[in-house]
C-alpha cells in the first residue's frame, strides 16, 4: 500500500501547529446585504481579538 500524505499548519517544528487557531466569522456585506465567512488562522493569544 502507499503512504498517505499528511498536511500540517506549522511546517516548521511539531509544536508549531499548537499554537495557532483556524477562526471562522460570519459577516455581512454593506453593499449587498450577503453574508459571507471571514476564515483566518491566528496565534491562540489573538482569538478574542478576530471576533471584537
Given amino acids: 500500500m502507499a ?3 499528511v498536511a500540517s499548519f506549522g511546517g516548521s517544528g ?3 501547529a ?3 487557531v483556524k477562526c471562522i466569522r460570519l ?3 454593506d453593499r449587498t446585504g450577503a453574508y459571507a ?3 483566518d488562522i ?3 493569544e489573538q482569538a478574542k ?3 471584537a
Avoid: M, Q
Fill in 3 to 5: 503512504k498517505k500524505a
Fill in 14 to 16: 511539531k509544536g508549531s
Fill in 18 to 20: 499548537k499554537n495557532v
Fill in 27 to 29: 459577516v455581512r456585506s
Fill in 37 to 39: 465567512f471571514k476564515e
Fill in 42 to 44: 491566528v496565534p491562540t
Fill in 49 to 51: 481579538d478576530f471576533f
